[in-house]
């Protein structure tokens, strides 16, 4: 499996505190089989003030020791970065990285206001060449008034990356509803962490998977964690990665909605459990 957003590089944001914890992560990838993670600290002018030469040199600097201590596990440069009015330009000076220095970015737009010109932003993307990928439009406090806007930039051509812990529940029962009923309607192209540390914002991408896979299938919950990822790391267009996969009609539908509906109101003990334990874990670290 392979990773793209994650909070893993050490005392460069809100993500890993010190290396100590950094390597603590990386071997909890590992465990999960996975493979490849993107390096994407925070970039948010006013607070971190992260530029794409000093995560490239943190980046090389983590790969350097995990090679020393053995662990096999391939970081790739990105940011997770926020929404600005020279976006663009910082992506064309390198000052904002790209995932791999591919034609797909991550964009995160404010969590509880949408911003007034957020189409035309994410329009001006698509315009210069890039794919934009919104990442978890599941916790945005402003999702449930403007979702038509989501579905206007997914058929615009805007990426969306949800979080694995969203569907256990972890960020609470509005960004799991949202988190299911984006899988349900076929607008998700990827699943990642959004890791921050070893034990608050663990790496829980085989968990994530598993509950996608509950939802949409096996073959399309490889595809949120695989499939997709790795043509991005290849820098593929667009139209040569499979789609999104809408849940069908009939059984598999009723089945889903069903699971949705009792997870929402109080149903579904097992996820209701990890989503528990996640927040409490939250709370208490």
Known sequence: MIDLHCHILPGIDDGASDLTVSLEMARAFVEQDVTVVACTPHILPGL??????????AVHNLQAVLDQEGIPLVLVPGADAHMAPDFIAGLRSGRVLSLADSRYVLVEPPHHTAPPQLEDFFFKLVVEGYVPILTHPERLSWVPSRYD???????????????AGSLAGGFGRNALYWAQRMLDE???????????????????LAMGRDLAADRVGAEEA???????????????????????????????LVRAETKRRDQVVGGGADDRLRGLSLRLRRLFQ
């Open 186 to 204: 076929g607008i998700v192209h990827l699943l990642a962490t959004d890791a921050h540390d070893a034990e608050r914002r663990p790496p829980d």
């Open 48 to 57: 971190y003030h992260n530029t794409g030469d000093s995560i490239r040199t």
């Open 149 to 163: 806007t989501i579905k206007r930039l997914v058929s615009a051509g805007v990426w969306m990356q949800i979080t």
């Open 222 to 252: 490889q595809r949120l964690v695989e499939t997709r990822p790795a043509g991005i790391l290849k820098d593929d267009p667009p139209s040569s990665v499979p789609g999104p996969l809408e849940v069908g009609n009939g059984e598999s």
